[in-house]
């Protein structure tokens, strides 16, 4: 048993390194979670010394403390790697706010790169779009669309294919991508896998159609219904059927839902409400990044 608590101490120290790397240059988030981390590995001291006196004075327990040992140190190890990958994440969120894009999309890039070698499509796919909905919030929809992508036929449960698809189609709605945005909906077979899912998956697709020559269609459906993703359907539609004045005022709901961000990222985008869009951006004051 000595070799397993030998290779367990040096996955350890491998996890202090690599939770010291992340939070080098994140150190209020490096505070609050190596607090936490810090009362973990005091509780960890105990579990290494109870087990190794027990190899000194008593062998007939030692492989059921062994065991013990063994299940918690791996708990330990999966909850550290989560809290650095979540590091990792808020330090690409900390780059975008603070306008160092480019840093930020290499450490966006470099963080998919890591994981597409780890074999967690789950976990990757739900860090992922955390970091793809921040780049679309800062007008770069399609590095979102590409970290996102790889996960469009990895093999998960329905509610994640589901999830994973409708995230898809609206960054490509917004780069203008609106064949591969239907493909991705059309996967969207059967029943919703979720409560919710079918009011999603309608929503994307009248954010579709208002962007790709159905407006009509597309008002139908956000007739009667609220929320910021509506009224952006109700501002494209508006545009595209020459109601100028129809769809400013949808834009300044999604302006007074979403703030600048939201209104930034039609701007950005390739439907037909984006140059009115640029128009209250700039006459707001609020600089946005192509």
Known sequence: MMPVLLALLATNIALLVAQARAFRRNPRLGLVINFDAGIRYAFRI????????MVL???AHVALKALAVLVTEVGYVVYGTVLVD????ARVRSLLERGRLDDARHAARRFARNFARRSEPVL?????????????????????????????????TRPHEWWVRLELAGHRIVLGRF????????ACTGAPPLPGYDVEKACV?????????RATEALAAAEGKEGVRWDMVRAHAFA???RGGDAREALEQV?????????????TGKGPAAPLAAQLVAAKGSPYRR
Do not use: K, N
């Open 86 to 89: 979540l590091a990792r994440v």
């Open 179 to 186: 064949d591969e945005a239907r493909r991705a909906l059309d």
């Open 205 to 213: 697709l009248a954010r579709l159609d208002a962007a790709d020559g």
């Open 46 to 53: 105990f579990y290494w010394m109870v087990p190794c006196a």
């Open 255 to 267: 302006h007074a839902r979403g703030g600048d961000r939201m209104l930034r990222q039609i701007a």
């Open 240 to 242: 595209a059927l020459d």
């Open 57 to 59: 004075a008593s062998p």
């Open 124 to 156: 990757g796919a739900r860090l992922t779009s955390l970091l793809a909905f921040s780049l679309a919030e800062h007008g770069d929809s399609a590095l979102a669309a590409e970290l996102l992508s790889p996960y469009e036929t990895t093999g998960m």
